[in-house]
């Protein structure tokens, strides 16, 4: 099983240019989150959506948006980038309940 | 909102030394999780705690929750390099959170010089 699966790994843009990061999990997993991390910052919830058709905000979600496409994919897109949302960014998955979370590899983001 | 304060934020120790990151809540919890992120990886969940006073033990890991569900400690005995890595508690509060929403605290990260 792949598990979490996040795309691309790795990304340069330039300020004011979008981008949409794909997140998609094949664990049948009803709850899905975007965190972004910063040093010394931890995880930080950007969006999360607990069930497929749901959203909500998180604790940092200014300049950016999510699209639960289905079960399987939660998108997170940057409209308009700017330097401050420089970081590494997480998708993860967990069952219901309060099951654990399971990671992607994260994608390294970088705004000029 | 909720709040999960974590420290240290960074410890290093020489490898055999014992290692301990404390979690705090100023509310009660209904369960806590524990994750691991080695340099350069993802998050990677080791353990959740649920009851008032557990403790649970993974080899050299000790993990437990405080009788009053506010508090959590990771305890490693005698550290190898292989420990390496930022300590991250995660609450789940006891009223008012969406189900499966994590609350983070900022991390411990523990170097181990060999």
């Known amino acids: 099983n792949a598990g979490v699966t996040q795309t691309p790994k790795f990304q340069v843009l330039k300020t004011g240019q979008s981008m949409t990061l794909q997140c998609a999990q094949d664990?049948?997993?009803?709850?899905m989150y975007w965190y972004r991390q910063d040093p010394g910052m931890g995880l930080r919830l950007i969006y999360y959506?607990?069930?497929?058709?749901?959203?909500d905000k998180g604790e940092v979600p200014n300049g950016y948006n999510v699209s639960r496409l289905n079960k399987r994919e939660f998108s997170l897109r940057l409209e308009s980038a700017a330097p401050s949302q420089t970081s590494v960014y997480f998708c993860?998955?967990?069952?219901?309940?309060?099951?654990?979370?399971?990671f992607g590899d994260g994608t390294r983001l970088s705004i000029l | 909102g909720q709040q999960v304060m974590q420290i240290p934020q960074y410890q290093h120790v020489q490898e055999g030394e014992d290692f301990t990151t404390y979690c705090n809540s100023s509310?009660?919890?209904?369960?806590i999780q524990w994750y691991k992120q080695r340099p350069g990886g993802h998050p990677v969940f080791l353990i959740q705690?649920?009851?008032?006073?557990e403790v649970k033990k993974q080899k050299r890991l000790t993990f437990q929750f405080g009788e009053a569900k506010k508090n959590s400690s990771l305890h490693i005995t005698a550290t190898q390099t292989t420990d390496v890595g930022t300590y991250f508690c995660?609450?789940?509060?006891?009223?008012?959170?969406?189900?499966?929403?994590?609350?983070f605290g900022r991390g411990t990260q523990l170097t181990v010089w060999p």
């Open positions: 993860a998955s967990s069952g219901t309940g309060y099951q654990p979370q399971h």
């Open positions: 664990m049948n997993h009803n709850s």
């Open positions: 959506s607990a069930s497929e058709g749901t959203t």
């Open positions: 509310t009660t919890l209904s369960n």
């Open positions: 705690l649920v009851k008032s006073g």
């Open positions: 995660a609450a789940i509060p006891d009223r008012g959170s969406t189900l499966g929403r994590l609350y």
